[in-house]
């Protein structure tokens, strides 16, 4: 049975976590100028593994060359997330300036109570 060598690294799920190290094994497994158990040994990774990611490349290539990939989307959702963020911060600095001009108390305070301030602040 092979035998595998660590890189040096404390833990190896740690070192191959890292999507640049993936992205050249991956290279390496597709230039086939070595046999993939070689270069599975070189980079101390089981060639199941190394299969693995060799059978997804191709999957994640169509992905981020069409119009609709996945970093797309998130983008796009961190956007989104990102306006209404400041939406509501805007809205939240209109209602207390709203409240400190019509002289409404704030929770805690005496004052009109809670139907009296919806009334206030709707008309």
């Known amino acids: ?11 190896q799920k740690e070192a191959f976590s890292r999507v640049q190290n993936k992205i050249r094994v991956v290279l390496d497994l597709l230039e086939q100028t070595d046999t993939a158990l070689a270069i599975c040994f070189k980079y101390s990774i089981h060639p199941t593994q190394a299969r693995k990611w060799k059978e997804q490349a191709p999957l994640n290539l169509k992905q981020s060359f069409s119009s609709n990939s996945a970093f797309a989307e998130l983008k796009e959702k961190d956007n989104l997330i990102q306006n209404l963020y400041t939406q509501v911060g805007k809205l939240q600095y209109q209602l207390d300036w709203l409240k400190k001009k019509m002289g409404v108390a704030y929770r805690g305070e005496t004052g009109a109570g809670g139907e009296r301030q919806c009334q206030i602040i709707n008309s």
Do not use: S
């Open 1 to 11: 049975m092979l035998r595998y060598i660590r890189n040096g690294t404390n833990n």
